[in-house]
């Protein structure tokens, strides 16, 4: 693929590409030079309400096909998904900025939601309830709940989309598809996969362009019966408001702020190790990254040092470079508020450990140091608000149910992370820890066969996992009466 001048067509609706009514554009910025890689389609809620109208054509269709007719689409795309693994990779680097191998990772585990529901949608069953009344029987008939929109956010442009596609399509629902404006790229290659594999017209729709006002229309368009949403807390909050009056069901995974408890007894290389990856892959810009480490106060010294150690060896700079292991920001915004929350540390007496400072060497892009702060207390932006960037601020601990309570002081609720080699306080931290997702010995919670989902202000909804797919349906109680 050409990764400069402009598509002809970007948005796809009813299997036609096309561009947006208005005829605006608008280009994809590589963060890593500011150089501008290509210009897509900039539609609004008039391009939406056509890509909604045509779901909705084509539901009743793509509904009646066997789990397993529907499964052969998914399966088809997963494997073409996994052969072109190498040139989406490079497409996600140029577009988002992460490391190219973690593009190939994201790749890879994109491709495994249309795999694991491509098997998954064949395993949907419904139930017979056993009646008090003799006369009746009492049947529940899981259905797929009809248009789907699907709101996806630029920090793996990739992989969120296909879980909210793979379970989508595997339960029998439409889709209209919104990607990120920063990063529309992987999601155009996305759905030319679909339709190399020839799944019907109408069924995935894609629509680029402006998030407010293709927002409104999927919010107040009663046709769209789910608005599936991975992105900030801010405009999932948004969308509730807005999705009211259509009385709309909402998957929404939103912001986290996730604590990793480092307790005394922990395999101390280990836990180094699994901080430095939880912090700074893909930049710090994960929902389920590490946010603020709490480390007991008699290993912390060993702690930082190694953390230090480890981390003056990561090199910055632009993903294609595979000697690379951090790359830039998306934007100016997402810079500045590292910055910020830096500068508000600082000057709230924390200490810097390491970085600290925009970095500029050779590159013009989004880059700022990795970062370590000490001295770090409660009062700090960084311990309460998400980051989003590769800031990592240590804070001291001297008791398992302090700990417990500084984790779980937090409107967020979305991942949590413990290192220790004790098994009771394992699962004695765990069932206390106020989040949707724990990892114990473990960074790396997110994969295709497990539901993953915020509690408390971090969302609703799972996506991944046997639960991942119910979001897509109904569940139809039927009372039949006997003769
Ligand atoms: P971030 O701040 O990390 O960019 P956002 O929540 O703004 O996260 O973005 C996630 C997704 O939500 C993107 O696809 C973005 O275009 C979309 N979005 C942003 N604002 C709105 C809105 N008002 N209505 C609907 N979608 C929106």
Redesign the pocket.
């Known amino acids: 693929m050409q990764l400069d001048g402009q598509y002809e067509k970007s948005m796809y609706i009813n299997g036609l590409w096309c561009n947006a009514e208005s005829g605006n554009q608008e280009h994809v910025v590589n963060p890593a030079s500011l150089n501008k890689i290509k210009a897509f389609s900039y539609g609004d809620g008039a391009d939406a309400k056509k890509a909604v109208e045509a779901a909705k054509k084509a539901f009743t269709d793509w509904a009646n096909l066997s789990a397993r007719e529907r499964s052969k689409y998914l399966y088809s795309a997963y494997t073409l998904m996994m052969e072109k693994q190498e040139e989406l990779a490079r497409i996600l680097t140029t577009e988002q900025g992460k490391p190219l191998a973690e593009a190939r990772g994201e790749i890879a585990s994109a491709a495994s939601y249309l795999q694991w529901y491509a098997e998954e949608g064949n395993r949907v069953y419904g139930e017979i309830i056993p009646s008090s009344n003799k006369g009746k029987r009492l049947f529940v008939v899981p259905q797929p709940i009809g248009v789907v929109a699907a ?5 793996f442009p990739s992989s969120m989309i296909t879980r909210k596609l793979g379970p989508a399509l595997a339960a029998g629902c439409t889709v209209v598809l ?5 990063t529309p790229l992987s999601a155009i290659e996305i759905v030319k996969i679909f339709e190399e594999v020839r799944l019907p017209k109408g069924v995935l729709n894609l629509v680029t362009g402006d ?2 006002s ?3 229309e ?1 919010m107040s368009n009663p046709d769209v019966r789910l608005i599936t ?4 807390t ?3 909050k ?2 509730m408001r807005g999705s009211a009056d259509t009385v709309k069901k909402l998957s929404l995974e939103l912001g986290g702020h996730a604590p990793i408890l480092v307790f005394d007894d922990s395999d101390l290389e280990q836990a180094v190790k699994m901080t430095i990856m939880s912090k700074f892959r893909n930049c710090g810009q994960t929902c389920i990254c590490a946010n603020r480490i709490y480390v007991q106060h008699s290993i912390q010294e060993e702690f930082t040092a190694k953390l230090m150690e480890q981390l003056e060896s990561m090199k910055i700079g632009e993903g294609l470079d595979e000697q690379v292991n951090i790359g830039p920001l998306i934007d100016e915004n997402a810079l500045l508020k590292v910055k910020h929350q830096y500068e508000d540390a600082i000057s709230k007496g924390a200490s810097t450990a390491l970085g600290g400072k925009v970095y500029k060497e050779k590159l013009n892009g989004y880059f700022f140091e990795p970062t370590v702060l000490t001295n770090v207390s409660n009062q700090m932006k960084v311990m309460n608000e998400e980051t ?1 960037g590769p800031l990592l601020p240590i804070q001291t601990f001297e008791t398992e149910e302090e700990v417990i309570e500084l984790a779980n002081h937090d409107r967020y609720g979305l991942a949590a992370y413990l290192f220790t080699e004790n098994l009771n306080r394992a699962i004695r931290v765990m069932e206390k820890l106020e989040y949707g997702i724990v990892g114990i010995n473990d960074v790396f919670p997110a994969v295709a066969e497990a539901p993953f989902g915020g509690i408390k202000q971090s969302g609703q909804g799972k996506e991944g996992g046997r639960e991942g797919i119910m979001e897509y349906l109904e569940m139809k109680y039927v009372s039949m009466g006997l003769k």
């Open positions: 709101i996806t956010p630029w920090n919104k990607p990120a404006e920063q998030p407010t293709i927002g409104q999927f949403f991975t992105g900030s801010e405009v999932g948004l969308l989003f």
